[in-house]
């Protein structure tokens, strides 16, 4: 259960799911350290990681891959298919940037990925990015690698009725945030207000039962609503 709201605006409440205690120490220190994020919890599997999401609450729940017992896929997955989490936003790190485990993710329900190495100011971006309810795609490691994959990647499909339905401007709009934009930049290259994006972008999930961003995303590349890019291209994000 979350504490009860104040007149000031609450922090961003982290749970830490990492088999390696050393790992969780240092993460617990640095959003510590950070006024506006707490930790509210630890968890040393994707099991314990679940049972503490649904005690505590959290925003951002950082949740390594490889655990014994529940993995960090399996633990997201449970945590997105639950509604009483819907709140939950889970962003994965891991030292293990195969291709396989973006595009499982973020079918699982993850918000985005960082690797672990990634600068300690980055990680604390991405948690806002992810607490904000954005997914985390402008690392260009997820965009091409869910470029490569959508063919191959064995992720559920959605009925093709659903994607009969989306109009040509939500075609559009998926597309551009397939390519990492935000709501902000779709609606300044659509020449539309940043609402009338996010409408477009809320709509778009809604049909193709998205459950976040991130899941629109992958949905966009694996349907071809929008060409991949190009990885090998010198241009490609």
Known sequence: MRPPTTGRPEPIRVLIADDEMLVRAGFRALIDAEPQMIVVGEAADGAAAVDLARRTGPDVVLMDIRMPGVDGLEATRRI???????????????????????????????????????????LLQGIRVVAGGEALLSPGLTRRLIA??????????????????????????????????????????????????????????TKLGARDRAQLVALAYRHRLVEPPDPTSPNAP
């Open 80 to 122: 997105a298919e639950d509604p009483d989490l819907a709140g939950v936003h889970v962003l994965i790190l891991t030292t293990f940037d195969h291709d396989e485990y973006v595009i499982e993710g973020l079918d699982a329900g993850a918000s985005g990925f960082l690797i672990k190495n990634t600068d300690p100011g980055q």
């Open 148 to 205: 490569r994959l959508v063919d191959k990647a064995s992720t559920r499909q959605i009925n093709p009725g659903a994607l009969a339905m989306l109009t040509g401007r939500e075609r559009e709009v998926a597309g551009l945030a397939a390519h990492g934009m935000s709501n902000d930049e779709i609606a300044a290259v659509l020449s539309i207000s940043q609402a009338t994006a996010k409408t477009h972008i809320s709509r778009a999930m």
